[in-house]
Every structure is written in C-alpha cells, then in structure tokens.
C-alpha cells in the first residue's frame, strides 16, 4: 500500500516528456519555458520566493499609501479651517478634524504592526515620514 502511494507521488507530470523532446529538438516558446521552470525544483522555489516578497511589498506599500491619504485628508481640512470664519462650518472641520487625525494615528500604527510583522524592527522614522499634527481647538470657542 506505501509503494502505491509513493510511486503516485513521485510520478512525473504527463507533459514532462514532452518538454524534454521539444527541448531536444530546439523549439522555443513561452510555455515551454514555464513547464521547464517547473521541472526545476529550485528555480520554483526561487520564483515562489520572489512572488512572496513581491506581494509583501506591494502590502506594504499600500499601507504607506492609506497613511499618506489620510494625512493629505487631513492637510486639507487644515487648510479649510484656516480660512473658515462660519463657525457652525468651523466646528463642523474641527470635528472632521480629529475624526481624520485619529484615523491617520490607527493607520501610522497599522503601518507600524505591518512593518513589525515583516521583521523590520528600525520603526522610529515613521513618526517623522508621517507626522500627525496636534489635535485642533477653537480659539473662538
């Protein structure tokens, strides 16, 4: 019953001869290239490793892209405030404010947690690439 298994599982695949024939005869194609990189091993492994580290740093730049998005969102209204002088407008900015300045606070930290999670460990600049300003109180009010 082992001997079964075994020999089902280091069967090769049906496509195997085949490439090794148009190999031989010189015949060159995409497809064939792809098949062969599968019949090695290591190559396989080499391109899964890549995929792997792609993916995580195209996360992890998605990451930095939500941060960098709620602090623009957040420069604006600052912006918007500044030249506000409706106060019921005003209150409502301020209120959009700290809503958007702790929105950008949980993302620096998720950022934080995704980077930690990679093993990057020098996590100290992100509080200068990403700075939150202060919370904003009305003089006015």
Known sequence: MLSNYTRHAVREPPWKRLVEELKDQGYESVYLDR?????????????LEKEIIQEMAHALGRSAARVDHALLELELIERALCSETD???????????DAKR??????????????????????????????IPPRREDPEG
């Open 35 to 47: 098949l062969r990189a599968t019949l090695d091993v290591k190559q396989q492994h080499a391109i």
């Open 87 to 97: 106060q019921p407008r005003k209150n409502a900015l301020l209120s959009a404010h």
């Open 102 to 131: 702790e929105e950008a606070l949980r993302l620096r930290r998720d950022l934080l947690i995704h980077r930690e999670a990679l093993g990057i460990r020098r996590n100290d600049c992100l509080e200068r690439l990403y700075p």
